[in-house]
């Protein structure tokens, strides 16, 4: 019997070398190839039947979905449907890893200590104590001119408190006498900066002086109990970039705390946003919810 199994392997690599057709990396053994088998194990004197050569040979094999056969026929191929778990983690491992950049010098603001108008925003202006021309209200317009009486428009766009009353002076100068000019800031609307996500007063904060990012989250009333700290994000001029709010308060790191922009967006998503999947042999694979502090 160690006879017939030796040479009946050989037998089988001689055939497997000859037929090239390989199903899901097992070869195997057509009935083209019977009458050869046949021959050869009788040449060796053995006497047991074909099959039963073939079921101890064919025994360590690992049964595929598909076979082929004796002639030239098209392999065919048994579908199977996937289960909407498999179809979830199959789902999982094909998407790709999206990175967000770590925020980074270059998006720190050059910052102005004073307050700079711009379009929308609103001045009073009082001039000389005049009844006529005390606290006279001006818009400024999308090209930051302002309209006041007496003198043509004036540009004040990107100026201070002072410098505009400094301005608003020599202007006046032509018409009276050392007149004196008291402008103040009505309404600010020229700084907005946009609020997302679990923060407790979603929205647009308009800035009145320079801000931070804790300072925008503050004037926002905070962050809600499934806010991700974590994975906050700052969007500035069609950029984004991770700003890691928890690191900021737990672990001190303020360069976190960025000087913020007009047009700055800041969104804190939830945790109800996170999924983790979890594949393998484990007794409940596929989507998870996330749980803070679970390693």
Request: net charge neutral; glycine share 8%.
């Given at each position: 019997?160690?006879l ?15 037929n090239r ?5 097992k070869?195997?053994?057509v ?5 050869m088998?046949r021959?050869r194990?009788?040449k060796l004197?053995?006497?047991a039947?074909l ?21 030239d026929?098209?392999?065919a ?14 789902q999982?491992l ?11 010098t270059?998006l720190?603001?050059p910052?102005?200590?004073e ?11 009082n001039?000389n ?9 001006v818009r400024?317009d ?10 043509s428009?004036i540009n ?7 410098e ?7 202007a006046?100068s032509?018409?009276?006498i050392d ?6 800031i ?17 929205g647009?904060?308009?800035?009145e002086k320079p801000t ?6 503050g004037?926002?009333?905070g ?5 991700y700290?974590?994975g ?7 950029r ?17 705390n ?5 047009g ?11 999924k983790i ?11 998870q919810?996330?749980?803070g502090?679970?390693?």
């Amino acid at each position: 019997m160690r006879l017939f199994l030796k040479d009946a392997e050989s037998a089988f690599r001689v055939i497997n070398s000859r037929n090239r057709k390989v199903v899901c990396g097992k070869a195997w053994m057509v009935n083209q190839y019977e009458i050869m088998m046949r021959n050869r194990l009788r040449k060796l004197g053995v006497k047991a039947r074909l099959s039963a050569g073939l079921v101890l040979i064919l025994g360590s094999l690992t049964a595929c979905s598909s076979y082929m056969s004796s002639n030239d026929t098209p392999i065919a191929y048994e579908s199977v449907s996937l289960s909407e778990a498999e179809q979830s983690n199959d789902q999982a491992l094909r998407r790709r890893t999206l990175s967000v950049p770590a925020v980074t010098t270059d998006l720190e603001a050059p910052v102005s200590m004073e307050y700079r108008v711009g379009p929308a925003d609103e001045l009073t202006v009082n001039i000389n104590g005049e009844q006529s021309m005390e606290a006279i209200v001006v818009r400024i317009d999308a090209d930051g001119n302002v309209q006041l009486p007496i003198i043509s428009g004036i540009n004040v766009m990107g100026a201070t408190v002072a410098e505009i009353q400094d301005m608003l002076i020599t202007a006046y100068s032509q018409e009276f006498i050392d007149p004196w000019v008291v402008v103040s800031i009505s309404k600010f609307r020229s700084h907005p900066v946009y609020m997302l996500g679990e923060v407790r007063s979603p929205g647009v904060l308009h800035l009145e002086k320079p801000t931070k990012i804790l300072e925008a989250l503050g004037l926002a009333g905070g962050v809600t109990e499934k806010a991700y700290l974590d994975g906050a994000r700052l969007l500035r001029d069609d950029r984004i970039a991770a700003v890691d709010i928890a690191a900021l308060l737990n672990r001190g790191q303020f360069d976190q705390n960025l000087w913020l922009k007009p047009g700055d967006t800041i969104f804190v998503p939830g945790n109800q946003d996170l999924k983790i999947y979890v594949l393998g042999a484990v007794n409940t694979p596929g989507l998870q919810p996330y749980q803070g502090g679970v390693g």
